[in-house]
T-cell receptor, first 112, second 112 residues
Framework: DAGVTQSPTHLIKTRGQQVTLRCSPK?????VSWYQQALGQGPQFIFQYYEEEERQRGNFPDRFSGHQFPNYSSELNVNALLLGDSALYLC???????????FGSGTRLTVV | KQEVTQIPAALSVPEGENLVLNCSFTDSAIYNLQWFRQDPGKGLTSLLL?????REQTSGRLNASLDKSSGRSTLYIAASQPGDSATYLC???????????FGKGTRLSVIA
């Protein structure tokens, strides 16, 4: 049973560019959440998708947007990249809150 | 607003020692609490999930406890091994499918 799959694993972008990160949830999960983790910090919540709608959003600017597809997979888009966007981006999937969250291996984004 | 704190930030112990990692949270009305392990540059691996109605959960050499009234959770690792070296993160989940709130983690080094 595959867990949460994220792609790509690493990415280098230039300031001002746009990036798309992808996530396939664990089989049986219908909710996808995205987190940003800076070096030495705990993950910070970006947003959560359920039934193809953004259900909740953290304190991130509109440059961060997302999408969920009918097969529950999800994309995270970041426009006008800043150096400060360099971080590990984590995707987590869940099916209801009771059983907790399963995280992927993350995408390491470096903005130069 | 839920806030999670983990103390200490870093811990170094000799192999074979039993140890306790601490996690505190400000809002005792949590739904559940999840402990994760993170190896350098990698994603999060779920270790234990404790529901608000439970006092503790065990998996192998790991035991996690939850005391809602005091706003504390502990992760006990028995007979530590060098392979236990990693960062351990705790995350509080509040009711209503709210996103997980993470601490900054405890970086554990087990010395052979």
């Amino acid at each position: 049973d595959a867990g949460v799959t994220q792609s790509p694993t690493h990415l280098i972008k230039t300031r001002g560019q746009q990036v798309t990160l992808r996530c396939s949830p664990k089989s049986g999960h219908d909710t996808v959440s995205w987190y940003q983790q800076a070096l030495g910090q705990g993950p910070q919540f970006i947003f959560q998708y359920y039934e193809e709608e953004e259900r909740q959003r953290g304190n991130f600017p509109d440059r961060f947007s997302g999408h969920q597809f009918p097969n529950y997979s999800s994309e995270l888009n970041v426009n006008a990249l800043l150096l400060g966007d360099s971080a590990l981006y984590l995707c987590a999937s869940s099916s209801g809150q009771y059983y907790g969250y399963t995280f992927g291996s993350g995408t390491r984004l470096t903005v130069v | 607003k839920q806030e999670v704190t983990q103390i200490p930030a870093a811990l170094s112990v000799p192999e074979g020692e039993n140890l306790v990692l601490n996690c505190s949270f400000t809002d005792s009305a949590i739904y559940n609490l999840q402990w994760f392990r993170q190896d350098p540059g990698k994603g999060l691996t779920s270790l234990l999930l404790i529901q608000s109605s439970q006092r503790e959960q065990t998996s192998g050499r790991l035991n996690a406890s939850l005391d809602k009234s005091s706003g504390r959770s502990t992760l006990y690792i028995a007979a530590s091994q060098p392979g236990d070296s990693a960062t351990y993160l705790c995350a509080a989940g509040d009711a209503g499918n709210t996103p997980l709130v993470f601490g900054k983690g405890t970086r554990l080094s087990v010395i052979a």
